[in-house]
């Protein structure tokens, strides 16, 4: 038997399956293919993927214990949505966190780390024009390849670990509040900024930095959210 995933990906179904299943369904939600509040069923997931009902147990299970989806005994399994309380949470911990990781990359980022960086921003465009035609999901990507770089260079792997998984609840809430081009290209300039400071070896610099970006994207989130509520 055979899990068919939705690259088309096809993969022997063994006792990884239920992983395999976790992960498709995860990045399905954080796409917005799934959307917040959408109902998942066993059966048509189970299909979807081509896996028998058991895998689909299963990573429903550890996705509620995540916090990716909501099981109502009346009405049956949906896709969790983030309340205002858990994105100022998730915002703080990057505050905290990242700051910290930040300033260890400073002193521990390789010359070959910061010239692979270097190149990833080359592929933006400095001009508002040629901004403008840049996907958001190249911009998502250059985004997470930078924070996921600066949190392994760190070298603590509890929090390399934690950082990594909020990454993905900042993949989905970015996906939910999309960044127009002209925010697009601030955070791109502040990212460059802060690799500049980590260049430097300069630690303060480079969290200080580090701390306005994460403050500017909190900002540009809540605003959106608020934006979109009153159009609602």
């Known amino acids: ?15 990884a399956v ?6 498709e369904i995860k990045q399905r939600i954080i796409s917005l293919r799934y959307a917040p509040g959408e109902k998942l069923s066993e059966a048509r997931l189970a299909d979807e993927l081509g896996c028998g009902r058991s895998p689909i ?20 399994t949906y896709v969790r949505s983030l309340t205002e309380e858990e994105i100022h949470e998730i915002f703080e911990y990057r505050f905290l966190l990242e700051s910290y990781v930040t300033r260890q990359a400073a002193t521990r980022m390789s010359d070959d780390t910061i010239r692979r960086l270097r190149a990833a921003f080359r592929r933006f465009a400095s ?23 600066i949190y392994r260079t760190a070298g603590n792997g509890l929090m390399t670990d ?13 996906k939910m509040t999309p960044s ?9 300039a502040e990212l460059e900024s802060i690799l500049d400071a980590i260049e430097a070896r300069d630690a303060d610099l480079a969290e ?25």
């Open 57 to 76: 147990r299963t990573a429903f299970a550890q996705l509620r214990n995540d916090d990716w989806i909501a099981v109502s005994p009346q009405s049956g």
């Open 180 to 188: 127009p081009p002209l925010r697009m290209k601030d955070a791109v």
């Open 127 to 149: 001009d508002d024009a040629s901004f403008e035609s840049q996907s958001f999901d190249e911009f998502n990507e250059l985004d997470a390849t930078f924070h996921s770089t």
């Open 18 to 23: 239920a992983t395999l299943v976790y992960n």
């Open 162 to 174: 934690s950082l990594l998984n909020l990454l993905d609840k900042l993949r989905w809430l970015k």
């Open 208 to 232: 200080a930095r580090m701390r306005e970006h994460i403050g500017n994207a909190a900002d540009f989130a809540e605003a959106y959210r608020t934006r979109m509520a009153n159009v609602a």
């Open 1 to 15: 038997m055979q899990v068919t995933t939705g690259s088309e990906l096809k993969i022997p179904e063994s006792s």
